[in-house]
């Protein structure tokens, strides 16, 4: 068994890492998009300080529509969008194309849900200091729900995880990748198994660091 | 300073209209503290928070010092606002920030630099009596410390009013004289304008030079604290007065007594003579308080006795006549029962 585990280890290694990129990018990705969207849909919505029916409405429903498209849907969907960006549509870095585009609307609805938990009275004590929208998001909206966006940034990489194995299965690569391979097609349970307790520890792992930094993050 | 003119806040539901301010036109002085009272609903919320615009009027004008709130840009308005404290009933300060944070956001609102904003904000605490409180967190505070804090952030831009929402509906009796005493004291040394809207009359009474009392949107009297207590002309007025002066007695009491039941109110000066021992002295009556207290409201008396008189009809009647050009005097008709129930009883 040690000597089953030695000769996977190359490609388990190199399946991992795969993940790791393929999840980072969409993390990252929808950190920069997703955040801002997110507080978009937040602030245009009704009696919010920069309410703005149309802006949400549209914002609102291409969020929903991405959301409603099946990941392994959209991965096929979003080839022709790949080829170009990246110029494949194989591998981790095309992989992450997709699941950025599935990450941002994920993480924008969270952001919006963590925002909708500000006690309304402090955005509007905020306003009659006469703070500006920018300032308000900044300094009193970024800071109050600072701990959610990170759970929320938690939830996303695990979910990230999971649509990274259907990448995987059609070219992207990863543990998911590797499993389906050896597992799935050659019926090898060694494989499969490790996989599985990878992606276990992996998911614990970034659990638990979520969760210490959301509480870490959290004052007062 | 800030006055209102046909203001009409309407909101538009589905369904129907909902009227939260119905034509008020009103105006508040330089160095005054005014009170708006009300039962919830009544609309004073609404018309308090249209003076800073968080709320924006269906019709009407708003003017702060001669300046229109209304015709405002955006960005004029944050810098209108910052002449405007405002403080709430929930306190809203940002949990995330400790106590000087949440102090110091007002100033960076106004622009003002970094170590400036410290000082400043030290020295507003040192005001509100929290000094020792600047790196806390606001849940680490009682709801009076709270209230404080968020007195010194509404004070932080030098305004020239400070709008209060319920400011002490949430705290308990003595943290609200603590409160209130703190907002007569910037009242008194800032010269700040206070506009406050409360449901507690004793609020009122301890603090507003003058009130408007609201129903429906509508303001139905308005007049100096002093002369709302002592003539309210308003059933709604009386109600509430009434909360804080309720002379009326006990049904029992009112059956078993023989006498003639006279209701005395003294006010102004008269409130320091001796009208009653005058009176029992140069006429043949004997004379059996039932009721009395003297209040004071902006440091002017206001005295009201329940007193039995027995005697001969024709004394009691003469004494009534003497007494009658000094105080208001009103004689409760025999069938009491009535009467009591008129007054107000609930």
Not at chain 1, 150 to 179: E, F, H, R, V
Not at chain 2, 52 to 58: A, G, H, Q, V
Request: hydrophobic letters at 45%; glycine letters at 8%.
């Amino acid at each position: 068994m040690i000597d089953q585990f030695i000769t996977l280890l190359p490609e388990l290694n190199k399946s991992f890492l795969e993940t790791l990129v393929m999840v980072g990018i969409g993390l990252i990705v929808a950190l920069i998009a997703g955040l801002p969207l997110g507080l978009l849909l937040f602030v245009t919505d009704r009696d919010l300080f920069l309410e703005n029916k149309w802006v949400k409405s549209v914002t609102g429903v291409i969020v929903n529509l991405v959301r409603s498209v099946p990941f392994i849907i959209l991965l096929v969907f979003l080839f022709p969008f790949t080829n170009f960006l990246v110029g494949t549509t194989t591998g981790p870095v095309a992989a992450s194309v997709s699941l950025s585009v599935a990450a941002i609307p994920f993480y924008a609805r969270i952001v919006e849900a963590s925002a909708r938990d500000i006690d309304r009275g402090v955005i509007e004590a905020a306003i009659a200091c006469g703070a500006s929208p920018w300032l308000i998001i900044k300094d009193i909206i970024f800071p109050e729900i600072k701990s959610g966006l990170i759970s929320g940034l938690t939830i996303t990489a695990i979910s990230l995880i999971g649509y990274s194995a259907m990448a995987g299965a059609i070219g992207g690569g990863g543990i998911g990748d590797l499993a389906i391979r050896y597992g799935y097609y050659r019926y090898d349970n060694f494989v499969m198994f490790t996989t599985v307790i990878l992606l276990i520890v992996l998911v614990q792992v970034i659990q638990y660091a979520g969760d210490f930094l959301a509480k870490y993050v959290k004052k007062g | 300073m800030i006055s209102i003119e046909q203001l009409c806040k309407v909101y538009q539901t589905k369904d129907r209209k909902i009227i939260g301010v119905d034509n008020v036109t009103m105006t508040v002085e330089k160095g005054e503290i005014f009170g708006i009272v009300g039962y919830s609903g009544a609309g004073k919320s609404t018309l308090l928070r249209c003076i800073n615009i968080l709320e924006r009027p269906t019709s009407g004008k708003v003017t702060l010092d001669g300046i229109d709130l209304l015709s405002l840009s955006p960005k004029e308005l944050r810098t209108a606002r910052q002449s405007i404290g405002m403080i709430f009933q929930g306190f809203h300060l940002a949990i995330s920030k400790t106590v000087l944070e949440n102090v110091a956001f007002a100033l960076k609102a106004s622009k003002v630099a970094r170590a400036e904003r410290k000082r400043r904000a030290l020295e507003l605490l040192d005001l509100v009596g929290l000094s020792d409180k600047a790196n806390q967190y606001p849940a680490q505070l009682s709801g009076g410390q709270k209230q404080r804090v968020s007195i010194a952030r509404a004070l932080a831009n030098n305004p020239k009013m400070l709008l209060c929402d319920e400011a002490t509906s949430a705290l308990d009796p003595n943290t609200t004289q603590s409160i209130l005493k703190l907002l007569k004291k910037i009242n008194r040394e800032l010269g700040l304008t206070i506009v406050l809207i409360t449901h507690e009359m004793e609020v009122v009474k301890e603090i507003c030079n003058r009130c408007a009392v609201m129903e429906e949107g509508r303001i139905v009297e308005e007049g100096k604290t002093y002369d709302m207590f002592a003539h309210p002309q308003n059933a709604l007025t009386k109600r509430f007065i009434q909360t804080v002066l309720d002379f009326n007695l006990p049904k029992e009491l009112l059956e078993r007594s023989k006498g003639t039941i006279v209701h005395m109110k003294f006010t102004g000066e008269i409130a320091g003579e001796s009208v009653v021992s005058d009176l029992l002295q140069n006429y043949d009556v004997r004379g059996n308080i039932l009721h009395g207290k003297v209040d004071y409201i902006q440091n002017k008396a206001l005295g009201t006795f329940v007193i039995e008189l027995t005697g001969e009809d024709k004394e009691v009647q003469q004494a009534i006549e003497s007494v009658n050009e000094k105080v208001e005097v009103e004689v409760l008709p025999h069938d009491r029962s009535i009467h009591h129930s008129a007054a107000g009883a609930e």
